[in-house]
């Protein structure tokens, strides 16, 4: 129920900035949930994606020699989100979201795989997302 996106970048080509690229992670999220009718957006002092109060999206990264490895998550599936409450996500006592209980209706992980990632290159590769 999650897509899962792990980008293998060389930040020496983004400006060696690791706060950069977390929020530019954060970006192709925001995007690509706006297109599908979801109103996501950053929360000020913490990494990932927000709607509505709750979490649609962690971010976890890595990098060696500024190489990035690890990436992020989104939750697609509501069947998913029950699992969560046997944990605390990300370290913190918070609600997770999905994004079809954002745009309230059915998706397939498949079927949103390929649009993130055209929001993805958008914020990446300055092109423009359709």
């Known amino acids: 129920g999650q897509l899962t996106a792990y980008p293998v970048l060389d930040l020496t080509f983004f400006g060696k900035d690791i706060g950069a690229y977390l929020r530019r992670l954060e970006e192709a999220v925001i995007s ?3 297109a599908l ?3 996501a957006e950053r929360r000020h002092g ?5 709607a509505q109060g709750k979490k649609l999206s962690s971010i976890g990264v890595a990098l060696k020699r500024w190489v990035t490895y690890h990436g992020l998550s989104i939750n697609v599936k509501r069947s998913d989100l029950a699992n969560f409450s046997l944990i605390k996500p990300c370290g913190m006592d918070i609600t997770m979201t999905c994004l079809e209980d ?11 795989a390929e649009a993130f990632s055209e ?9 423009e997302v359709p």
């Not at 913490?46 to 927000?50: L, M, Y």
């Not at 954002?102 to 949103?112: F, N």
């Not at 929001?119 to 092109?127: D, I, M, S, Y």
């Open 119 to 127: 929001h993805f290159k958008g914020v990446f590769l300055k092109k």
């Open 102 to 112: 954002l745009c309230g209706r059915d998706l397939r992980v498949a079927d949103v």
């Open 37 to 39: 009718g979801a109103a």
């Open 32 to 34: 690509f949930a706006r």
């Open 46 to 50: 913490f990494t990932g994606v927000w």
